[in-house]
């Protein structure tokens, strides 16, 4: 079964600090990848997707991630961390073939943000 | 343009009463997916639906159920709801059609606790 995993449960950076959080994947073969950030009692907003074509994907409010294939992560990034970036990270994945579209979560990183 | 809209954002239920959430898609979209959301188990997928159709189901018990409209608005209903169901549940709408490689939108969720 595929799975996701989000190594880092939570995670404290300060302002104006660059950050990474880590995403691993396990499936068969090359999935649709996903992050999604949510804010406290808040829905899922999606930062950032890959489909094919180009390993480094740009998303909103300034975040990046990078697919490699060969370690099977797609990490996220930023720069410069603002304090509006405190919020519940989540890395996601579905199935590239048909089928029902299912969405597979990792548990999530937390991310602090020290003025 | 709209996004996903879940009724209602909070209901309270005692154990053994039954509960109907709703959800409407963005316009256009045709796939309808749940989720729940504990602390312990994070996001767990629960059904999708396409075209009225219920393409795949999670590992839930029986006692969870959906359906899809002819205008893609997607009901769930829980049955005799235990105290292990207070959960946020989130919906998520897609273009899906047979394609894989599209996103999916979240809306806010519905906090359901049950005392």
């Known amino acids: 079964a595929q799975s996701v995993t989000q190594p880092d449960i939570h995670i404290t950076v300060s302002e104006g600090a660059s950050l990474e959080l880590r995403c691993n994947y396990s499936y068969g073969a090359t999935p649709y990848l996903f992050w999604y950030v949510q804010s406290p009692g808040q829905g899922l907003q999606l930062l950032l997707k890959y489909f094919s074509g180009d390993t480094l994907v740009q998303g909103i409010k300034g975040f990046e991630a990078e697919f490699k294939r060969s370690q099977s992560s797609f990490n996220l990034r930023k720069p410069s961390v603002h304090w509006s970036d405190a919020a519940e990270y989540f890395c996601a994945v579905v199935p590239s073939g048909a089928g029902s579209y299912q969405l597979t979560f990792g548990k999530g990183t937390k991310l602090s943000v020290i003025p | 343009k709209a996004g996903v809209t879940q009724t209602p954002r909070y209901l309270i239920k005692t154990r053994g009463q039954q509960v109907t959430l709703s959800c409407s898609p963005i316009?256009?979209?045709?796939?309808v997916s749940w989720y729940q959301q504990t602390p312990g188990q994070g996001l767990q997928f629960l059904f999708e639906?396409?075209?009225?159709?219920?393409?795949n189901k999670g590992n839930f018990p029986g006692r969870f159920s959906g359906r899809q409209f002819s205008n893609s608005r997607s009901e769930m209903n829980v049955s005799t709801l235990e105290l292990g169901d207070s959960a946020l549940y989130l919906c998520?709408?897609?273009?899906?059609?047979?394609?894989?490689?599209?996103?999916?939108?979240f809306g806010q969720g519905t906090r359901l606790t049950v005392v």
């Open positions: 639906y396409f075209s009225e159709t219920q393409r």
């Open positions: 316009s256009g979209h045709r796939s």
């Open positions: 998520a709408s897609s273009l899906r059609g047979d394609r894989m490689n599209t996103e999916a939108f």
